[in-house]
């Protein structure tokens, strides 16, 4: 990987996943990573308005088609040079910071965006009088309830409540705390909640997925059959299909039809092939109800700390085993199963599987953290973690956005888009 601070800054869009009562996919927040060292955040409001409007963005379009909404944050200088009419209205909201309403070229335009049809959302609630201006213009109204009591959630949503709007709660980390503000009144969710199992319906592995695993055992020694591989997966009907699918897709462009598995390895090359079987694998096992999103950081995170290996040379760490430790990283929601028995199918060593099931103290749990710090864009977490593992920050920013940008290519080309 080049040195990020040698090469020309460049930006890529991240996305994370909004989620309503019913944990239904309501859209995303999109979020701007760059390389650009100057900065103290990976992502900027201008910086993610600017990529949007240049169309420099990952999956907008799917998820525009699909009838989701888009959320950016948009600073003073977004809002002045109209930004926001670069998304088109009716599916877009726009956020700003309280603080922005201070200005006082803004409550028009934002008065302006609302009438042609955009979301006019609110970053962070704080209550205070010279607000109230906003609350009303406002269609959403976002929370932080991270750290905060029953009682403190219940008070704050009902402040909230009180201004008519929709609100919206960050940072919630289980299904715990996603039940307490739905009984508190909350409409939509963002956090860590759907990427944790929900413990009523953790079951035991089924059939399917323990034969899937055992596949990618296989897929995953040192020295495979290949042949002997080739005919297993040709046998697979389910798998076998989508692989030729994929491959006869306008994505490959390829001038003669793929007509067998074997073809496609030749094609391919095994250790092409290995990286999206074991996409597929997962997708063909899951039991979660948001799987598109799952499989998405799955794959985004195993890229990610492969990456942040290679460039950062992390403790001597395999650059290829950090790539399993992050894809396998949220099997147990996938599949809706413990992760102390998962791991005993999964080709890894002994310290990645103690990892996956979160024993304290484990050597690499701190990069799963710091995967997930990056994909939630919690910038100021992430940054305390790579100074406590004494990482290169600009490599790390690197390996992120170069990970978000594969992960795009590998999916988008599974789904033969």
């Given amino acids: 990987?080049?040195?990020?601070?040698?090469?020309?800054?460049?930006?890529?869009i991240g996305r994370v996943p909004i989620f309503d009562a019913q944990r239904r996919l309501w859209g995303y927040e999109l979020m701007c990573v760059g390389t650009v060292p100057v900065k103290t955040e990976a992502s900027s409001a201008e910086d993610t308005a600017t990529n949007v409007a240049a169309?420099?963005?990952?999956?907008l379009q799917p998820i525009l088609q699909q009838g989701r909404k888009v959320m950016l944050?948009?600073?003073?200088?977004?809002?002045?040079?109209?930004?926001?009419?670069?998304?088109?209205?009716?599916?877009?909201?726009?956020?700003?910071?309280?603080?922005?309403?201070?200005?006082?070229?803004?409550?028009?335009?934002?008065?302006?965006?609302k009438s042609d049809g955009y979301l006019i959302a609110v970053q962070e609630f704080s209550g205070a009088p010279e607000f109230?201006?906003?609350?009303?213009?406002?269609?959403?109204?976002?929370?932080?309830v991270a750290d905060k009591t029953e009682k403190e959630v219940a008070d704050l949503l009902a402040a909230i409540d009180a201004k008519n709007t929709d609100i919206m709660t960050r940072r919630v980390d289980d299904a715990a705390m996603f039940e307490m503000c739905r009984q508190a009144g909350a409409d939509l969710f963002e956090g860590a909640f759907f990427k944790k199992p929900d413990t009523i319906t953790v079951r035991k592995l089924t059939s399917n997925a323990t034969s899937r695993l055992k596949l990618l055992q296989r897929i995953d020694q040192p020295d495979p059959d290949i042949d002997d591989l080739a005919e297993t997966i040709q046998s697979d009907a389910a798998i076998s299909f989508r692989?030729?699918?994929?491959?006869n897709s306008a994505a490959f462009g390829l001038p003669r039809k793929i007509k067998s598995v074997q073809h496609a390895i030749r094609l391919l090359g095994w250790n092409r092939m290995k990286n999206w079987l074991r996409v597929v694998l997962l997708n063909d096992m899951s039991q979660a109800v948001e799987t598109g999103d799952l499989l998405?950081?799955?794959?985004?995170?195993?890229?990610?700390?492969?990456l942040v290996a290679r460039s950062n040379d992390y403790w001597g760490f395999d650059p290829e085993s950090l790539h399993l430790l992050g894809l396998f990283s949220l099997l147990d929601t996938l599949l809706s199963a413990p992760m102390e028995e998962i791991v005993t199918f999964l080709p890894i060593e002994q310290p990645l599987k103690e990892a996956l099931c979160g024993d304290a103290g484990n050597e690499y749990l701190p990069l799963l953290r710091l995967a997930q710090c990056a994909e939630e864009g919690r910038w100021e977490d992430a940054d305390t973690i790579v100074q406590q593992l004494n990482l290169?920050?600009?490599?790390?920013?690197?390996?992120?956005?170069?990970?978000?940008?594969?992960?795009?290519?590998?999916?988008?080309?599974?789904?033969g888009d």
Avoid: C, H
């Fill in 243 to 247: 692989l030729l699918s994929f491959l």
């Fill in 296 to 306: 998405q950081l799955s794959a985004q995170r195993g890229k990610f700390l492969e």
């Fill in 55 to 59: 169309s420099a963005y990952i999956g």
């Fill in 132 to 144: 109230e201006p906003l609350y009303d213009l406002a269609d959403i109204v976002g929370a932080t």
């Fill in 73 to 113: 944050n948009f600073d003073e200088m977004g809002i002045v040079d109209n930004m926001p009419y670069a998304l088109p209205p009716g599916s877009a909201a726009v956020q700003v910071a309280e603080s922005l309403f201070l200005n006082p070229e803004i409550p028009a335009m934002l008065q302006r965006l």
């Fill in 392 to 415: 290169n920050r600009e490599k790390v920013i690197a390996a992120f956005r170069e990970a978000v940008a594969w992960t795009d290519r590998l999916l988008s080309q599974e789904k």
């Fill in 1 to 12: 990987m080049n040195d990020p601070q040698n090469s020309t800054p460049s930006l890529s």
